[in-house]
């Protein structure tokens, strides 16, 4: 492991979190890898089930790993003291909820909903208007500093959320669906605030979504599948403004320390892959093949280095795993 690696603001190394209820277990994340290096903006998508929320529930300290861990600005979760969870949920991560209403108290306005984390964590009165004024500014809603949360638009109030979880300075923003409920209009309006907010102050800056247009505004998406990360796609701006830059994107799939990976749905499809695959071990690549005669198309050819998957890979590895998702390399 790099120094990079081990020096990422957000490190989850193979991550478990089983929930039992009556006697029956799910397993809801199965080893999960994720590494977000300082200042990143990624988006962490998957399908319901996948694992994202129960993920986005342990980086924020509201949830723990049943086996594994997770760092989080240098602090490891899972070992944290009641007062050092208090001081990370105060100032270590800052998080906004899809429902616009969970974020902020109904009876106050938005300068004294923004002021409510500062004044808890004991900054005085005139450190607090400073810091008010701060983030109404950087997130373009100065002209609601003084209506309650009835009186705005559920752009407005996501934005004033967001004001809300940077109050303290915290290393990481996380964000779950944080467009859920917002049209395609207000939803771009809110990423780009977000966007504003990772360029400008450099914080850590985590979404988990369903939403597959929400990854077109990030630099780096994860997918999560069946509980592990399995593929990346990484975007690099190449010139213009947010609205007219030219993006290039580059997918990848994750493999994981002990070597599994997970193959595409429509590769596996296309493919008919199902049981048992064939690798084989070229100069610069790895060949997958149906686990077929040689006759079958694609089957590795006489002579290369190759063996079935059960047979070249441990017992804990994605080759066995393939034997159950079909789906799995």
Same mark, same amino acid.
């Given at each position: 492991?790099?120094?990079?690696?081990?020096?990422?603001?957000?490190?989850?190394?193979?991550?478990?979190?089983?929930?039992?209820?009556?006697?029956?277990?799910?397993?809801?994340?199965?080893?999960?890898?994720?590494?977000?290096?300082?200042?990143?903006?990624?988006?962490?998508?998957?399908?319901?089930?996948?694992?994202?929320?129960?993920?986005?529930?342990?980086?924020?300290?509201?949830?723990?790993?049943?086996?594994?861990?997770?760092?989080?600005?240098?602090?490891?979760?899972?070992?944290?003291?009641?007062?050092?969870?208090?001081?990370?949920?105060?100032?270590?991560?800052?998080?906004?909820?899809?429902?616009?209403?969970?974020?902020?108290?109904?009876?106050?306005?938005?300068?004294?909903?923004?002021?409510?984390?500062?004044?808890?964590?004991?900054?005085?009165?005139?450190?607090?208007?400073?810091?008010?004024?701060? *983030?109404?500014?950087?997130?373009?809603?100065?002209?609601?500093?003084?209506?309650?949360?009835?009186?705005?638009?559920?752009?407005?109030?996501?934005?004033?959320?967001?004001?809300?979880?940077?109050?303290?300075?915290?290393?990481?923003?996380?964000?779950?669906?944080?467009?859920?409920?917002?049209?395609?209009?207000?939803?771009?309006?809110?990423?780009?605030?977000?966007?504003?907010?990772?360029?400008?102050?450099?914080?850590?800056?985590?979404?988990?979504?369903?939403?597959?247009?929400?990854?077109?505004?990030?630099?780096?998406?994860?997918?999560?599948?069946?509980?592990?990360?399995?593929?990346?796609?990484?975007?690099?701006?190449?010139?213009?403004?947010?609205?007219?830059?030219?993006?290039?994107?580059?997918?990848?799939?994750?493999?994981?320390?002990?070597?599994?990976?997970?193959?595409?749905?429509?590769?596996?499809?296309?493919?008919?892959?199902?049981?048992?695959?064939?690798?084989? *071990?070229?100069?610069?690549?790895?060949?997958?093949?149906?686990?077929?005669?040689?006759?079958?198309?694609?089957?590795?050819?006489?002579?290369?280095?190759?063996?079935?998957?059960?047979?070249?890979?441990?017992?804990?590895?994605?080759?066995?795993?393939?034997?159950?998702?079909?789906?799995?390399?």
């Amino acid at each position: 492991m790099t120094d990079t690696v081990r020096d990422a603001t957000i490190s989850c190394k193979d991550l478990v979190r089983i929930y039992s209820s009556e006697g029956v277990e799910v397993q809801a994340l199965q080893g999960l890898n994720l590494f977000v290096d300082n200042g990143e903006f990624v988006a962490i998508v998957g399908e319901s089930g996948s694992g994202k929320s129960t993920l986005l529930g342990i980086l924020s300290g509201l949830d723990s790993p049943t086996a594994g861990s997770a760092t989080v600005a240098g602090r490891r979760l899972g070992s944290l003291s009641r007062q050092q969870k208090t001081d990370y949920l105060r100032s270590g991560v800052g998080f906004v909820w899809q429902q616009t209403g969970r974020n902020l108290l109904p009876y106050l306005d938005t300068a004294e909903n923004v002021a409510v984390p500062l004044l808890l964590a004991g900054a005085s009165a005139e450190d607090r208007g400073r810091r008010v004024s701060e *983030l109404l500014d950087l997130l373009e809603i100065s002209h609601v500093a003084h209506r309650r949360p009835a009186d705005m638009s559920g752009g407005e109030l996501q934005r004033v959320a967001i004001a809300i979880a940077l109050a303290n300075s915290p290393s990481v923003l996380l964000a779950d669906e944080p467009t859920g409920e917002l049209d395609e209009s207000t939803s771009a309006e809110v990423l780009e605030s977000m966007r504003s907010v990772n360029r400008e102050l450099g914080i850590t800056t985590l979404i988990v979504t369903h939403d597959a247009t929400v990854s077109e505004h990030v630099g780096r998406t994860v997918q999560i599948r069946d509980g592990r990360t399995s593929s990346e796609v990484l975007r690099t701006s190449q010139s213009g403004s947010f609205i007219d830059q030219q993006v290039a994107a580059e997918s990848f799939t994750v493999i994981d320390s002990l070597g599994r990976l997970q193959l595409p749905a429509e590769y596996v499809r296309d493919l008919e892959l199902r049981d048992r695959v064939r690798l084989s *071990l070229e100069d610069d690549h790895v060949g997958v093949y149906p686990g077929t005669s040689g006759a079958h198309r694609g089957a590795p050819h006489p002579g290369r280095h190759s063996k079935s998957a059960d047979e070249s890979a441990p017992a804990e590895s994605a080759a066995e795993d393939s034997s159950t998702e079909g789906d799995t390399a």
